[in-house]
């Protein structure tokens, strides 16, 4: 039976294309989820809240059953608790974002949104547990301990045996956390010989590219290029990259990268200083206060973020010693003076005898 199935988010055009009913995080794109290699992990954007409703566009050539959906429902300390679900298929403009088809301008965005949902079947739901989630066709899988992942009786039957789009909607997260998933996988079965073809086309190309080294060649072959080996050679042997363990302290806890200015919420998270000014920049676009990202209570003048020299002075040392490469503009600087910026910044008085002298 597994050897009839398919993991569309494990094949090279599986997926034509994932939507998102909002705006995501530039590290962390829904493109990630069908990605057969690196990091497999999608957060929206930092400020967006559940519900979330990815996309995913099967190509047209498959006529397949869906079988089982399942992911991780955590990236790093952002957590997803809920999730549905959809199954629609038509191929249309699954929401606002869609650019599957030009708009001829008859209908707003917004009346388009509410007609794509309409032509939606919800297929399941069902709560994380243990940061895993798992929808399974029984009809298919009888036996699999997942969530029931069907249509009622009242429902037409072809929503679920070839769909055109797979909806999932991240229905809540834990706490404040920000809408996320990873490792996400599509099980389909193909629904005649012709889509068994094109599927094992798709399996036998994502197996030859998969099957090249990070030099291009095959895994045959036992040594690359003498030029690249020169280069790796180069390479000092205490620098530590980014895929390297790093002290989870020295990580923003919303962009998970090295912090150049760490600030303490008053909810006790730890973030860089340009994350709380993009935080704040966002809540004024909407006619908000600033407030903290993860309690959403607005700052005061005995609650709003604190700079940590002593976590600033640790950073520094890190970077220091093991040679790391931040990028653009992450630069390693002082504590004090940083600090006094920070304290400075906000009094015009004082930063004009500072700047006078």
Avoid: W
Wanted: proline share 5%; net charge neutral.
């Amino acid at each position: 039976m597994m050897a009839d199935l398919y993991d569309l988010c494990n094949l090279k055009g599986g997926i034509e294309k994932v939507c998102c009913s909002t705006t995501v995080s530039d590290i962390y794109p829904p493109s990630n989820l069908i990605q057969r290699n690196g990091s497999r992990q999608f957060m929206a954007d930092y400020y967006i809240r559940a519900p979330v409703r990815l996309y995913f566009h099967i190509p047209s050539r498959v006529a397949a059953s869906l079988v089982q959906i399942s992911a991780d429902t955590n990236v790093g300390e952002q957590t997803t608790s809920r999730v549905s679900i959809l199954g629609c298929d038509e191929d249309i403009e699954c929401c606002q974002r869609c650019q599957l088809n030009k708009t001829d301008g008859s209908k707003t965005n917004e009346e388009k949104d509410l007609y794509s949902r309409d032509k939606f079947t919800v297929l399941g739901k069902g709560e994380a547990s243990n940061n895993h989630i798992s929808f399974t066709n029984r009809r298919i899988l009888p036996h699999d301990n997942s969530h029931s992942l069907g249509v009622k009786r009242d429902q037409n039957f072809t929503a679920i045996t070839r769909p055109r789009i797979i909806c999932i909607n991240i229905v809540q997260t834990l706490g404040a956390s920000i809408p996320c998933l990873k490792n996400l996988k599509i099980l389909v079965r193909p629904n005649n010989p012709a889509s068994k073809a094109f599927l094992d086309e798709l399996k036998e190309s994502s197996s030859k590219s998969s099957s090249l080294n990070f030099f291009g060649s095959s895994q045959a072959d036992e040594n690359p290029p003498n030029e690249k080996s020169a280069v790796i050679a180069q390479v000092p042997e205490n620098k530590v990259t980014y895929e390297q363990d790093i002290p989870s302290e020295f990580l923003d806890e919303i962009t998970h990268e090295i912090m150049q200015i760490p600030m303490v919420l008053p909810s006790g998270k730890l973030v860089d200083r340009s994350t709380i000014d993009k935080c704040n920049k966002s809540q004024s676009i909407y006619g908000g206060l600033p407030r903290d990202p993860f309690s959403g209570r607005v700052y005061t003048s005995n609650s709003k973020p604190v700079f940590n020299a002593s976590l600033k002075s640790r950073i520094d040392e890190f970077v220091t010693q093991n040679k790391i490469e931040i990028h653009s503009g992450q630069t390693v600087g002082d504590a004090r003076s940083i600090q006094e910026f920070l304290q400075n910044k906000h009094n015009p008085r004082k930063r004009k005898f500072l700047e006078e002298n």
